[in-house]
C-alpha cells in the first residue's frame, strides 16, 4: 500500500499544477468597469479665473521730476505710511538747507534786537563779522574752483561723446565721464547753496552789528519779528514740497503692478504703481461663448486656486458680460466669494493667483452617468465599450457634457450594464474578459 501512494502523489501533483496552469490561461482579463446606474449628480462647468481686488488704488506724484527709486515691486505687501517711490530731491534738499538757514539767522536776529546790546556783545558780533566774511570767500573760492572742474567736465563728456561715437572709447569710458560731470554738478549746487548761507549770514551779522552799535527802533522789532515768519513759512514750504518727493501708501495692500521704473519722469496723474486692497477679493471667470447658456446670475461655484489647493473655497456667480473677447471667443464672469462662517481660517488671496472656477449649472435628479473617459467619438457618433459575455460590444450612445468628469446618458445605454472606464480600441482585440467594479 505504501508503494501504491509512492506513485499516485506525484501523479495527483501534476495534475493539479496542470489544473492551475490551464486556469491561470484561460482566466478571464479583468477590465475596469462602471456599472451603469441612476443617480443624483451635479452638472458643472469648469472654467479658469484670477483673483483680483474690487478696491485699487492708482500711485502718482503732486509734482514733476525724475524717479530716484521704486523700492517695492509687483504681488509685494505694503503697510499704510510706507515708501514707496523716491523722486529726485537734491535741488529741493539744497533749498531746505538754504531756507532752514534764513530762518535760524531771522530768529537769532529777533532774539538780538529784543535782548539789547553789550559791549562784548558789540566784540562778538564783530569777530562774527569778520568770521562770516572769511567764510563767505572761502565759500565763494570753493565754487569758482568747483564750477571751473564742473565746465572742464562737461567740455570733456563731450569731447568722450564724439571719441565714443567714432568708436575710439568704450561705453565704459563715456559713462566715467558722465558720471563725473553729474558729481560736479551737484557738487556746484551745494556749493552754490553754501555761497547763498553763507551771503545771508554776513548780510545778517553786518545788520545786527550795525543794529547793535545804534539800538532797535520799534519798527525794526516789527521788521524783524515778520523776517523771520517769512523765513519760517519758506521753510516750511521747502519742508513739504521736499516731502512731496517721497511717495508713501495710503492703504494697507498688495502691489498689482509697477508701471515705472528708476529714471522715469513721473508726472501729476500717470501711475508709477497701482496697489490692491487684499481683504476685498473676487473673482474674474472667463466662459467660452459656446458655453454661456449654461451660466446665470446667483449661479452657485466652487473655486480651487492652483496656489491653494487643499484650500476650496466657494463663490456665487454677481455678473455675466456682455460682450464676447474676439481674440480667445470668451466672455467675462464676475463670482464673488461667499463670507466664511464664524471661526472658519480665511486663507491669504492675493491679487493675481489663478483658480479653477467649477460652476454648478444644473442639480439633476435620477439620472444615468458615465465617466468622460469611457466615451469615444467615431466621426459623428460617440460610443461606449459595454460588456457582452467575455467580449466587449461597442455600443452607439446619445450623451450630454455635463462636467470634466462626466456625460449624462440622453439614450442607447440601459442601467444595469457595465461599461469598460476608458474607451480604448484595443479593448475590442480582447477575446476573454470581465468587468472589474470597486
Known sequence: MNIRWYFVLPALLLAGALGFIGYQKFKPEEIPAVQLTRQDVLATLTVTGEVRSKDRVMVSTPVQDRIESVLVDDGDVVKKGQVLVVLNRDDMEATLAESRARHAQAQASLAFILQGTRQEELQR????????????????????????????????????EALHRQEFISETELDASKTKAKALKSDVSRRQAAVTSARSSLSQAQAQLAQGKRGATAPEVSEARAARQAAEAAANSAQAKL?????RSNINGVVAQRLKEPGDLAVPGQAILELADPTKLEILAFVEEGDLSRVSVGDEAHLVLDALPETPLTGTIQRIGSRVNPENGTVEVLVTLVPPKDNEKVPQLLPGMTTDVNIISARLKDVMVVPSTAVRSEGSQRVVYVFDGNQLKETSVQVKKISLEYFQVLGGLSPDLRVAKIADTKLLEKKNVAPKTP
Open 243 to 247: 516731502s512731496d518727493r517721497v511717495i
Open 125 to 160: 558780533l564783530s569777530s562774527r563779522v569778520a568770521e562770516t566774511e572769511a567764510r563767505l570767500k572761502e565759500a565763494e573760492a570753493g565754487l569758482a574752483t568747483t564750477q571751473h572742474n564742473y565746465e572742464e567736465a562737461q567740455r570733456n563728456a563731450a569731447r568722450m
